[in-house]
Nanobody, 122 residues
Framework: QVRLVESGGGSVQSGGSLRLSCEYS??????MAWFRQAPGKEREAVAA????????QMRDSLKGRFKISRDIVKKTLYLQMNNLQPEDTGTYYC?????????????????WGQGIQVTVPA
Protein backbone atom coordinates (compact mmCIF):
# COMPACT_ATOMS: atom_id res chain seq x y z
CA GLN A 1 0.00 0.00 0.00
CA VAL A 2 0.98 3.59 -0.54
CA ARG A 3 0.99 6.13 2.26
CA LEU A 4 1.50 9.84 1.85
CA VAL A 5 1.93 12.37 4.62
CA GLU A 6 2.25 16.07 3.90
CA SER A 7 3.92 18.66 6.09
CA GLY A 8 5.36 22.15 5.86
CA GLY A 9 2.21 24.16 5.27
CA GLY A 10 1.22 27.30 7.06
CA SER A 11 0.45 30.96 6.62
CA VAL A 12 2.89 33.30 4.95
CA GLN A 13 2.73 36.85 3.70
CA SER A 14 2.61 37.64 0.03
CA GLY A 15 6.06 37.17 -1.46
CA GLY A 16 7.06 34.61 1.11
CA SER A 17 8.13 31.03 0.59
CA LEU A 18 7.22 27.60 1.86
CA ARG A 19 8.48 24.14 1.18
CA LEU A 20 5.96 21.37 1.41
CA SER A 21 7.09 17.85 2.12
CA CYS A 22 5.40 14.57 1.40
CA GLU A 23 6.83 11.55 3.10
CA TYR A 24 5.81 8.54 1.11
CA SER A 25 5.93 4.80 1.01
CA UNK A 26 5.34 2.90 -2.19
CA UNK A 27 5.88 -0.66 -3.36
CA UNK A 28 7.36 0.36 -6.69
CA UNK A 29 7.96 3.14 -9.17
CA UNK A 30 5.14 5.66 -9.12
CA UNK A 31 4.28 9.08 -10.37
CA MET A 32 4.30 11.65 -7.61
CA ALA A 33 2.37 14.86 -7.80
CA TRP A 34 1.11 17.90 -5.97
CA PHE A 35 -2.43 19.18 -6.34
CA ARG A 36 -4.16 22.04 -4.66
CA GLN A 37 -7.73 23.06 -4.00
CA ALA A 38 -9.15 26.36 -2.88
CA PRO A 39 -12.49 26.39 -1.03
CA GLY A 40 -15.31 26.06 -3.53
CA LYS A 41 -12.89 25.38 -6.36
CA GLU A 42 -11.91 22.30 -8.29
CA ARG A 43 -8.78 20.48 -7.34
CA GLU A 44 -6.04 21.41 -9.77
CA ALA A 45 -2.71 19.94 -10.66
CA VAL A 46 0.36 21.82 -9.50
CA ALA A 47 3.29 19.65 -10.47
CA ALA A 48 4.32 16.07 -11.00
CA UNK A 49 7.47 14.03 -11.07
CA UNK A 50 7.85 11.02 -13.32
CA UNK A 51 9.30 7.84 -11.85
CA UNK A 52 11.60 6.80 -14.67
CA UNK A 53 14.01 9.68 -15.15
CA UNK A 54 12.69 12.20 -12.66
CA UNK A 55 11.28 14.43 -15.38
CA UNK A 56 8.96 17.06 -14.00
CA GLN A 57 5.71 18.69 -15.01
CA MET A 58 4.55 22.05 -13.75
CA ARG A 59 1.39 24.06 -14.04
CA ASP A 60 2.09 26.79 -16.57
CA SER A 61 1.09 29.62 -14.27
CA LEU A 62 3.49 28.38 -11.59
CA LYS A 63 6.59 27.90 -13.67
CA GLY A 64 9.42 29.95 -12.29
CA ARG A 65 7.92 30.13 -8.80
CA PHE A 66 7.35 26.52 -7.81
CA LYS A 67 9.63 23.54 -8.07
CA ILE A 68 8.98 19.88 -7.47
CA SER A 69 11.75 17.57 -6.34
CA ARG A 70 12.37 14.34 -4.52
CA ASP A 71 14.82 12.95 -2.03
CA ILE A 72 15.03 9.29 -2.86
CA VAL A 73 16.90 8.32 0.29
CA LYS A 74 14.45 10.09 2.58
CA LYS A 75 11.52 8.97 0.43
CA THR A 76 10.19 12.48 0.48
CA LEU A 77 8.62 14.59 -2.24
CA TYR A 78 8.99 18.35 -2.04
CA LEU A 79 7.23 21.36 -3.42
CA GLN A 80 9.23 24.55 -3.11
CA MET A 81 6.93 27.52 -3.38
CA ASN A 82 8.42 30.96 -3.82
CA ASN A 83 6.90 34.40 -4.14
CA LEU A 84 3.61 33.13 -2.81
CA GLN A 85 0.50 35.07 -3.69
CA PRO A 86 -3.04 35.10 -2.29
CA GLU A 87 -4.23 33.03 -5.23
CA ASP A 88 -1.94 30.24 -4.05
CA THR A 89 -4.06 29.80 -0.94
CA GLY A 90 -5.62 26.39 -0.62
CA THR A 91 -5.23 22.86 0.54
CA TYR A 92 -2.28 21.11 -1.03
CA TYR A 93 -2.31 17.39 -1.61
CA CYS A 94 0.40 14.92 -2.34
CA UNK A 95 -0.62 12.13 -4.69
CA UNK A 96 0.84 8.98 -6.16
CA UNK A 97 0.00 6.92 -9.21
CA UNK A 98 1.33 4.25 -11.48
CA UNK A 99 3.11 5.50 -14.57
CA UNK A 100 0.08 6.09 -16.76
CA UNK A 101 -2.69 8.58 -17.31
CA UNK A 102 -2.63 12.35 -17.77
CA UNK A 103 -0.70 13.94 -14.96
CA UNK A 104 -3.19 16.76 -14.51
CA UNK A 105 -6.19 14.52 -13.86
CA UNK A 106 -7.10 13.53 -10.33
CA UNK A 107 -8.35 10.13 -11.49
CA UNK A 108 -4.83 9.25 -12.52
CA UNK A 109 -3.86 9.07 -8.86
CA UNK A 110 -5.01 6.28 -6.65
CA UNK A 111 -3.36 7.45 -3.46
CA TRP A 112 -3.65 10.80 -1.74
CA GLY A 113 -2.39 12.46 1.35
CA GLN A 114 -4.80 14.14 3.74
CA GLY A 115 -3.84 17.57 2.49
CA ILE A 116 -2.13 20.51 4.13
CA GLN A 117 -3.20 24.13 4.30
CA VAL A 118 -1.31 26.96 2.67
CA THR A 119 -2.60 30.43 3.36
CA VAL A 120 -1.39 33.65 1.82
CA PRO A 121 -3.47 36.58 3.15
CA ALA A 122 -4.43 39.22 0.64
Amino acid sequence: QVRLVESGGGSVQSGGSLRLSCEYSAPGRVWMAWFRQAPGKEREAVAALAPRYGATQMRDSLKGRFKISRDIVKKTLYLQMNNLQPEDTGTYYCAAAQDNGPWTETRTYGDWGQGIQVTVPA
